[in-house]
C-alpha cells in the first residue's frame, strides 16, 4: 500500500485530492505516535465524468507533493499508488481495504467537497462499523450554518446581499461600518474591453515548469488515460503551498493593478490576461482565502493598485466563492437534478473537439483543452450563453465543465454552471439569466474579426448562431421572462420584431438545433 511498515492505528485521517492543507481541523489532535493518514488516487475520481489530462495531473502531483511533505514532518501516509496492481479503483471500495487492514478506532475527514464523495465515505464507514468524524472546513469564511441562518433571514437569495453581509462580518473593505469607498462594488468602472488595439504587453503569470513528480505524473496519465481530452504540454500550475504564495505575490505585484477595468474582456491567444490564476490553489486548499483577501486588501491600502480592481478581486472570493458553497450544501443533492428552463439537447460533440467553425467558441474551448484554463467570461457569456441559449440539458454542461477545468471541484463548479450560466435552478444563485447576442461577445472581445459569422445578423446564411439563439431563447421562454422585471428592455426589443421576422428566426433556430444535435 505504498507506506512504512503498520503500527496500530488510532485515528485514521482521510485526505481528499482537494483538502491539501496541513492545518485542516482533520489534523486537529493528530498524534504521529497513534496516528496516520489515508490518500488514495483511483480511476473512478477521474473517470465517473471524462476529466481532462490537465484536470487529472493536477490533482494527482498535488497529492504526491502533500503525502511527501507529510512524510518529510515524520506523519505516517498510507498512499495507494494509481498504478498499484492491486488498487481496487474506487474511494469507497480502497477505503474499505485500509479499515479492514489498518483496524483504525476512528476515522477523520474534512466535510468533502461533493455530495457524491460524502456519501461514498459515509457508506464504507459504516459498512466496516466504524466512525466517522466529518468536520467543517475552515478554508471557507462562512460556515454551513452561518449560510442557512442567512437563507433563513432573506425571503429571496441574492449574491450582492450575501456579499455585504461577509464585508461587514469579516471587516474587509470597511471604514467605520461604511464600504470603503462609499460603494459596495465597482462593476461599472470593470466592464471595459481592450478596443482595436488589444491588450499590450501584460506580464506573464508565474510559471511553475514540472518538476520530477510532476514528470511522473504527467507520463502515467498521458499513458493511462491517453484517450481521455486536453493537451499537458504547457501545464505549469502551482502544485504546492509555496508555488501557490508564490502565485499570489506575483499577481498582486504584477497584474492586480489592471485587473478590475479588463476582468470581463477577452483576447485571441490570450488565455490568462490579468487573471490570477489562483483558483486551482484555493480549490486544492493549496492557499488561504483568508491570505488572498488580504494581500489585495494591502495592496489597495498602500497605494499599489486602485480600489476597483482590489474590490472586483476580493468579491470573486469573499462573495461568489463563498456563496457558492453555501447554494451547493443548502440545496443539494436536489439541485444538481434542477432543469428549469426544460433543456433537452445533447451536449455538441464540439465541445471536446473545439472543431467549429464559431471563432469564439473554438478560441475558448481550445484553450479549455490545451490549458484546463477559460476566465469567468469565457465559461459565462462564451461557452456557458451557447449551451443555455441552444437549450444544452444542464446536467451535461455540468459535467462538461466538471471535466475539463483544473479548478473544478463540483461544490464551486455545479451552481455556477447550472445556476448562474444555465439558469437552470430558476433563479436561485442568479436573479435573471445571463443571456446575450453575439454582439457582447464582439464588444468584448476580438474573437468576432474574422469569423465567417456576423453577430449583428439575426437570420441568413452569415447570420451568427449566439444571436439567431438568443432571439429564439427570449421567444421560446418568453412567458415566463415577463415576469422577471430585470428582463424588461430585452424584452421590449423583441416587442419590435414582427411575425415574419420571428418565424424566420425560429426557423434558422430550429435548423441549427437539428444540426448541433447530430453532432
Known sequence: MNHPTSQPVRHLVLVLGDQLDPNS??????????????????????????????HIVIFLSAMRHFRDSLRASGTRVHYRLLGDPHNRGSLGAELRRAVDELRPGKLIVVEPGE????????NAANERGV???????????????????????HKHLVM??????MRRR?????DQGRPVGDKWNFDAQNRRSFGRQGPGQIPPPRAFPPDQVTRRVIALVNDRFADHPGGVEHFDWPVTPAQAQ?????????????????????????????????????????????RAIRMAEEAYQAGHAPLNSVEGFIRQILGWREFVHGVYWHYMPKYAERNEL?????????????????????????????????????????TGLFALLAGVRPAQVHEWYLAVYVDAVEWVELPNTLGMSQFADGGIMATKPYCASGNYIRRMSNYCRGCRYDPSLRVGADACPFTTLYWDFLMRHEERLRRNRRMGLQLRNLDRLDEDERRAIRRQAAQLREALAGT
Open 25 to 54: 481541523a482533520a489534523f486537529d489532535g493528530f498524534d504521529p505516535a497513534s496516528d496516520a493518514v489515508w490518500m488514495a488516487e483511483v480511476a473512478a475520481e477521474a473517470e465517473h465524468v471524462w476529466t481532462t489530462r490537465p
Open 115 to 122: 455530495w457524491r464523495v460524502r456519501h461514498m465515505l459515509l
Open 131 to 153: 466512525a466517522l468524524d466529518l468536520r467543517p472546513d475552515r478554508h471557507f469564511l462562512c460556515s454551513r450554518q452561518q449560510f442557512t441562518e442567512h437563507v433563513q433571514g
Open 160 to 165: 450582492g446581499t450575501f456579499y455585504r453581509e
Open 170 to 174: 469579516t471587516g474587509v473593505l470597511m
Open 246 to 290: 508564490v502565485a499570489l505575490e506575483d499577481f498582486v505585484e504584477h497584474r492586480l493593478p489592471a485587473f478590475g477595468p479588463h476582468e470581463d474582456a477577452m483576447w485571441t491567444g490570450h488565455p490568462y490576461l490579468y487573471h490570477s490564476r489562483l483558483s486551482s490553489s484555493l480549490n486544492l486548499k493549496l492557499l488561504d482565502p483568508r
Open 342 to 382: 426544460g433543456a433537452d439537447l445533447s451536449l455538441p460533440g464540439f465541445y471536446w473537439t473545439a472543431e467549429t467553425d464559431m471563432h469564439c467558441m473554438r478560441e475558448c474551448i481550445q484553450q479549455t483543452l490545451d490549458y484546463g484554463f477559460a476566465h469567468h467570461i469565457q465559461r459565462l457569456m462564451v
